[in-house]
Each structure stands twice: as structure tokens, then as C-alpha cells.
């Protein structure tokens, strides 16, 4: 009866809480820091609504929000995710792990004397509780991490590597708690340490880990289940409950009954069991799902009576002892990151700043104090009013110092300054009726910026937002003057002669990704359905929509916009580190559904198994917020690109630890208008426009022959080495692309051939042919200009026009003006 008086009044205290930590955030602070003074200010210290009696009473709350932490660190910790910067990741995770511990174990254990709880303790007792607080002092918080990510639009290596060691440690973390629970048992057990212990600590933890897995195959049928997801999120809640239960249980039975206690860690047995719904199982979306809609009211609870927990007295006594913890655990972070950075090969300015990110500790350095107090409660307490109090100081100045990182290492995305390839949303419409301008404002409206042009204007449209420019002709120059080379979209909407002249200088010169014309003759449907346009004829267009109002309201009025909170968007997969990852393997919000995959001028519905390729279009369909998060993730860090694609085409004679620097200092200089070096190659280089499909051997042949005679060199050799090259590693580094590239002995030497097979090169039988090869062959004394050509290359085929540019090319002049009249940063 106790309890659920206990309950009902904690319950009221609770929705007092939310709205106190709604409040506080804004003010700067972080969401949980209300749910923690509201837990104080309740508690049996102030005004005694939640006495002590009733944090006893409620204690399975705690265990229910540990188990559910535990489920959420084990199911963000997603390999797929991780593999691009498995490397750094690593070094910086265990850098920061043996650093971290060592360093605030150390300082808890000389600080011992100073501590009410500690200063009567045995040694071995002393270093039973210093060992917990410095794995505890190793949690980070992955949520406060995303949350920030997200605010700023961050994207690139650094929040990459970040958000990977955040994840991971969480997990670590869990691990080495239960190891060190295990050896804190022992030393208040007086258990002797030798091979025998070490072998029964292994034992531990893998029962848990076997257990851990056994609790994944009862969530999967539970998930499985066709019930309601309230009763899903229950029965989820209760396994974690349960969890804790068992672990009490066998801990209880074997110390009554053995000569040893048996210690089932049952965070690690619930992290566990997260991991594997998460990475094996395709129910790893509802499973998230499900924790993050309970979340928020797990998260409430929980650190309010958290905030209860705390022993104020004790606070008071040792308000020293947590300073201190706090500055050494920075040290530490420093050091730890440091080290990790440099045995990972970072940057220098990455490995200065990179200790600001990892300062953030929150749910599961919480749990893992609240633990202690469930496993030790003779001392537990004192001890976790310690361990919080510095991590209530980390989460008031971690996320502080994340943002400085961010900004600092310029990877956040918070305005438009950052793009930089012009006309994903620029759109020229051409007409001077009602229509064009009434598109016009439309567009601007949600953040296009628009051009309306016309031979001939008829429409005195004094609208300042809507810039207005009349041409003397219609000619690739006169449209080249008003950017339409940089257009995203054009829109034509003349008469279907003046259209037709425009979709085909707009075809043939500039690849604008999006070609729309308003058709007034049905009879010139074919010619322009030639040129890839998208045809509106508006004798069918209303006919049309109002069929989909009737068979189809929801969905139409989804596309007319009628939702304010949600939209369709296309977006277009340049990031790198999506290519070849399946639809399954693709962290989504949870509000965000993908519709429909157009590739290389197919469309399809995709499925789970879908895996992503390069210049994919994908429609999408979400909330506003959510599809703002996702366009930043499916754009590029244009830098990180390139020096990603230099690093995977460069050969192995000039790849060293220097040419990271080399290609940043090339790809940021200025961009003048005369032409350069590469350029004048490019134009004085042999043009292949192969019209059968190749093997890449064949391929090889031809070029081989082709380039002998210039560089004076036998085509056998050339050819031998070309095949050698790539069996090395491949030079196709995107879908459709190609990047052969081989090293000859003399001085001054280096040749480029272009190459374009509209039917494909067969480089692999299961991965899609190349239609466009860039050949370079040099000496080595040209190293440096080896890397400026593949930086020009880079620029240009990560210019999303670049293929429809080349496919189009209707000569071999054609195809040499596609490079040399490029975008990109020209040598000075």
C-alpha cells in the first residue's frame, strides 16, 4: 500500500518536473539540470515531499529507467555506422579510456582521506570504490552529443569521429563497470586475487553477455507479436525490470549458498541485449522507435528521483573533492585524445580541440551512480552524490565547449554560407504571364531564389523580391550571362518553340539537373520527352490532380502542400559515406519515410535491402524539421570528399602522411579566371568516345596503344602495368567513374586521356559499368601536380551537373569543354 501512495505522490511531482525543466532550458541550461533541482528541491533535504522512506519504496523506478538506458546505449551503437572512421575511432576511444580511468581513479584514491564515507575504509576498500568512480568518470553522453550535432548542422570527419567514440564508449563504459563491480565485490569480500578470480570475472561477464542475448530473443518475439505498441513498450520495460530482479536474485542465492557471489552485471546484460535487436534483427527501427516515444517520461522520472537521492550534507562536505574530480577529469580527457589522435594519424588542429567534445556525461553516468547505490548501499549514496554533482558540472559546460568545437573545426552548418556548389536551389523560370511570376513567388517562398526571363515582357511586375531580366535572345550566352549554367531548375514556360529552344541549350550546354516545360501543343510532346524534360500539358494537369484528390485526398493534398508540417522533398546522395549502405542500415528519423528511388534515369520503389548509390535521387517525405536533418546527412563536406576521393585515387608511390595538407592547401586556393595547367593538358589530351560496351581489359588495351607513342614507351608495358594497378586496389571510385592511374620511370612526364562509353566498361560483374574514365599516367618527379589533377577532377565530378554534362557531350571537343569550362579552384 506503501508504495503506490508512494507512486501516485511522485507521479504528481514528476509533471511538476517536466514543466520546470521546459522552463529552465530556456535559459540556456540543459533539460535534465530541472528534473535534478526539482528532485532536490522535493527531496527528503528541502521540502521533504519525496522522504527517504519513499526513495527506498521507489527504488524499481530506478531499476526500470536503468534497464531502458542500458537498451538505448547498446541500440545506438549501430557498426554500420562506424566502419568509415573505425580506425580513429579506436585509437581516440582507447586513449581516452585508459587516460580517463586511470587519472580520476587515482585522484579519488589520494582524495580518499578527505571523504566522510572513505577516510575509515581499509585500502582495499579504498580502492574498490576509487576504481567504480573512475570508470564511472569514463561515460559520455550520446544523447546532449546528437542534440548539439543536430542544433548546429554539423557534418564532417570531426562529428563523425566524435559521435562514434560518444557511442562506443557508452558501451565500454557498461563493460568495464561490470568488470570493476566484480573486483569491488571482491575486495569488500576479501576475495584473494589470482588466476582463479581472473577466470570467474571472465565468467561473469560472458554469462551476462549469453544472458544479454537470450533477453534480444524474447524482445524480438515481443516485437514480433502483432499487439499494440503501448503493450510492446511494457513488456520492453519489464524485461529490463526483470533483468535487475535476476541479477539480485542470483547475487542473493550464491552469496547464502556459496563460498563466492556471483555478480550478473544487469547493465551490460540489457546493453547487451539492445546491441543485437539493433545489428541483427530488421525490427531494430520499431525497437527505437519504441525507446524513443518512452523516453522522455523515463527520463523525468528518473532523474527526479536522482535529484531526490542526493545527499545535500554530504555535497556540502565534499564540494571540494568534486571540483577537483572535474579539472582532473578534463586533464585526462586531453591527454586521453590527444594520444588517441596522434596514434590515429589526426590533424594537429583536430587532436588541440577535440578533448571540447568529450566533456558531456549524463543518462548513463547517471545509472551507472544510481547502481552503485543499489549494490552498495552501505556507502552508495555519499558516493553517488559525489560521482553526480561532477556530472551535473560536465553537462552545464560539456555542451558549451562541444559547440566551441564544432565551430572551431567549421563543420557546423547553420547558414547558407557553407554550400559550396551554387544551384541546388536557384530556378529560372522563363515566361512574363501571371503563371511564371504567380511560380515565381511560390518558389521564394520556400527559400528558392528565383530568376523570371523572357525575350518579350508583358507583365509589368513590380514584385522586388522577384528579380526580372529581359534577354535580346535566346542563345547559350545571353542564358550563360543570368547563370542558368548554376540552375538547379529551369522552368519553361513560353511559347512551345521558345520552350523547346531553351530545354535544348539547357540539355546540351549546362545539365541542369531539372528541365520543366508548360507544353501548349500536345504534338510537340516526343521532341520534348527527347531532352529528359518533365512535360506539364495543361489540358490534362487539373484533370489529373482532381483524379488523385478522389482515389488518393491524403496524398495529394500532401503534394499541393496543404500540410504545413510536412513536405516531399528530393534529395541527391553525394555523401560518401552513404554509398553502397542499405535503406535497413540508414538511421532515419523516426517521422521520415523514403517513397521512391530514381537511378541513372530509372525510377523504383525500394525496399530494406536497397543499398545506395551515387547520385541516387531519393524522394522522401517527413516532417520540415526531420528532412532539414536529412538533407544536411545526405549532402558532403565538400573538403572531406575531396580529400577523400585524392586519397583513393592517388598512387601508392605519393600516398604518405603529408598528403592530407598538400590537398587541403590545393583545394583552397584561390580561383582565378585564367586557366591552368591542368587545363591546358586537358586540351591538348586524346578523347575516347567508345560507342560497344568493354571489358576493362580491352579498355586497357585500347589506351595502352593509344598513349605509347606519346610517352615512348611500349603499349605491352603500359598495358601490364594498368592491370597490375588494379589489382592493387580499383580504380572505380564511384559508380560509373573510373580513375586509372600509373607511375613511369623519367622526368617530366605526364599525359591525361579521356574517356567516355556511354554502353559501360565492364571493371566488376556485379557493380554497375563506368561510362567516364579519367587516365593519368606521370613520372614521379610531378607528384605535386598528380595531386592537383585529381583535385581537379574530384571538383568537377562532385559537380552534381557533371553527368548529365558528359553523357550529353555530343563530340569529343564537347567532351573537353565539359572539363575545361568547370567550377572549380584553379592553381594560381
Request: proline letters at 3%; a neutral charge; aromatic letters at 10%.
Amino acid at each position: 500500500m506503501d508504495v503506490l501512495v508512494f507512486s501516485a505522490c511522485f507521479v504528481i511531482i514528476a509533471a511538476a518536473s517536466k514543466q520546470i525543466g521546459n522552463t529552465l532550458v530556456q535559459t540556456g541550461l540543459p533539460l535534465i539540470s530541472g528534473f535534478l533541482l526539482t528532485g532536490i528541491v522535493a527531496g527528503p533535504y528541502a521540502l521533504d515531499l519525496i522522504s527517504t522512506e519513499a526513495i527506498l519504496n521507489l527504488r524499481f523506478i530506478d531499476e526500470i529507467s536503468l534497464g531502458f538506458i542500458a537498451f538505448a546505449a547498446g541500440g545506438e551503437l549501430y557498426i554500420e555506422e562506424l566502419k568509415t572512421k573505425l580506425k580513429s575511432i579506436a585509437w581516440v576511444t582507447t586513449g581516452l579510456i585508459i587516460c580517463t580511468f586511470s587519472l580520476t581513479s587515482l585522484t579519488f584514491f589520494f582524495l580518499s582521506d578527505s571523504i566522510p564515507f572513505m577516510n575509515t575504509m581499509p585500502i582495499t576498500a579504498k580502492i574498490a570504490v576509487s576504481i567504480l568512480a573512475g570508470a564511472i568518470m569514463v561515460a559520455r553522453s550520446p544523447s546532449s552529443a546528437i542534440a548539439i550535432v543536430n542544433e548546429l548542422r554539423a557534418k564532417g570527419p570531426f562529428t563523425q569521429t566524435v559521435l562514434g567514440v560518444t557511442i562506443i564508449m557508452d558501451v565500454v563504459v557498461i563493460i568495464l563497470f561490470a568488470a570493476n563491480s566484480s573486483i569491488a565485490d571482491a575486495l569488500f569480500s576479501g576475495l584473494n586475487f589470482n588466476f582463479a578470480f581472473i577466470l570467474f570475472l571472465i565468467m561473469e561477464i560472458g554469462v551476462s553477455v549469453a544472458i544479454g542475448y537470450i533477453v534480444s530473443k524474447i524482445i524480438l518475439v515481443s516485437l514480433q507479436t502483432q499487439i499494440q505498441n503501448f503493450l510492446k513498450t511494457g513488456f520492453i520495460l519489464l524485461i529490463g525490470y526483470l533483468v535487475f530482479v535476476l541479477s539480485t536474485q542470483i547475487r542473493k542465492f550464491t552469496h547464502d549458498t556459496l563460498s563466492v557471489e556471483i555478480l550478473l552485471e544487469p547493465l551490460l546484460i540489457c546493453m547487451v541485449a539492445g546491441f543485437f535487436v539493433s545489428n541483427t534483427s530488421r525490427f531494430r527501427k520499431e525497437f527505437l522507435t519504441i525507446l524513443f516515444n518512452i523516453g522522455p517520461p523515463i527520463y523525468i522520472a528518473f532523474f527526479t528521483l536522482t535529484g531526490a537521492s542526493l545527499s545535500l550534507d554530504i555535497f556540502i562536505q565534499t564540494w571540494p573533492i568534486t571540483i577537483t574530480l572535474f579539472f582532473v577529469r578534463i586533464l585526462a580527457i586531453f591527454i586521453g585524445s590527444f594520444i588517441g589522435g596522434t596514434l590515429a594519424k589526426n590533424a594537429i588542429k583536430n587532436k588541440t580541440i577535440s578533448w571540447m567534445a568529450y566533456i558531456t556525461q549524463a543518462g548513463v553516468g547517471l545509472g551507472l551512480a544510481k547502481e552503485v547505490v543499489v549494490q552498495f548501499p552501505e556507502w552508495g549514496n555519499p558516493f553517488a552524490t559525489i560521482i553526480i554533482s561532477v556530472i551535473i558540472l560536465n553537462q552545464i559546460v560539456g555542451p558549451v565547449l562541444f559547440k566551441y568545437a564544432i565551430k572551431i573545426m567549421r563543420e557546423d552548418h547553420s547558414g547558407a554560407k557553407n554550400i559550396e556548389y551554387k544551384g541546388v536551389s536557384d530556378a529560372v523560370i522563363f515566361g512574363s504571364d501571371g503563371q511564371a511570376f504567380a511560380l515565381a513567388m511560390s518558389l521564394i517562398s520556400q527559400g528558392w531564389h528565383v530568376k523570371v526571363a523572357a525575350v518579350q515582357m508583358s507583365n509589368n511586375h513590380n514584385n522586388p523580391d522577384i528579380k526580372v531580366i529581359q534577354l535580346p535572345e535566346l542563345s547559350p550566352t545571353e542564358l550563360k550571362k543570368i547563370n542558368c549554367h548554376h540552375a538547379g531548375a529551369i522552368v519553361a514556360m513560353l511559347s512551345d518553340d521558345e520552350n523547346y529552344e531553351v530545354c535544348e541549350i539547357a540539355y546540351e550546354h549546362f545539365g541542369t539537373q531539372t528541365i520543366i516545360a508548360r507544353l501548349n501543343d500536345r504534338i510537340s510532346f516526343s521532341r520534348f520527352q527527347a531532352l529528359d524534360v518533365l512535360i506539364v500539358n495543361p489540358s490534362t494537369a487539373i484533370i489529373s490532380l482532381l483524379d488523385h484528390l478522389v482515389r488518393s485526398p491524403a496524398a495529394a493534398s500532401l503534394l499541393m502542400g496543404m500540410h504545413k508540417d510536412r513536405d516531399i522533398i528530393d534529395l541527391t546522395i553525394k555523401n560518401p559515406n552513404l554509398y553502397d549502405l542499405a535503406l535497413r542500415d540508414l538511421r532515419l528519423p523516426f517521422d521520415t519515410i523514403i517513397m521512391s528511388v530514381r537511378r541513372r534515369g530509372v525510377l523504383f520503389v525500394p525496399h530494406d535491402f536497397t543499398r545506395l548509390e551515387a547520385g541516387d535521387l531519393v524522394t522522401m517525405v517527413g516532417s520540415i524539421k526531420s528532412l532539414k536533418e536529412i538533407a544536411l546527412r545526405f549532402d558532403v563536406n565538400q573538403e572531406e570528399a575531396l580529400l577523400q576521393i585524392v586519397e583513393r585515387a592517388t598512387a601508392k608511390e605519393f600516398n604518405d602522411n603529408f598528403i592530407q595538407n598538400e590537398v587541403k592547401n590545393i583545394i583552397t586556393s584561390k580561383n582565378p579566371l585564367q586557366k591552368d595547367r591542368f587545363d591546358f593538358i586537358v586540351g591538348k589530351s586524346l578523347v575516347m568516345d567508345l560507342k560497344e560496351t568493354m571489358t576493362k581489359e580491352v579498355f586497357f588495351d585500347v589506351v595502352s596503344q593509344a598513349m605509347s607513342g606519346s610517352l615512348n614507351i611500349s603499349n605491352k608495358t603500359l598495358y601490364n602495368m594498368f592491370i597490375e594497378r588494379e589489382k592493387e586496389a580499383t580504380t572505380v571510385l564511384a559508380p560509373g567513374l573510373a580513375i586509372p592511374h600509373i607511375i613511369i620511370e623519367g622526368k617530366r612526364k605526364f599525359s591525361i586521356l579521356l574517356a567516355r562509353c556511354k554502353k559501360g566498361i565492364e571493371f566488376f560483374n556485379s557493380k554497375p559499368p563506368v561510362y567516364a574514365v579519367f587516365v593519368l599516367i606521370g613520372s614521379k618527379d610531378e607528384r605535386q601536380f598528380h595531386l592537383r589533377a585529381l583535385s581537379a577532377i574530384a571538383q568537377i565530378i562532385l559537380d552534381p551537373r557533371f553527368e548529365k554534362k558528359w553523357m550529353r557531350a555530343k563530340s569529343r571537343k564537347a567532351l573537353k569543354d565539359v572539363i575545361i569550362n568547370a567550377d572549380r579552384k584553379r592553381e594560381i
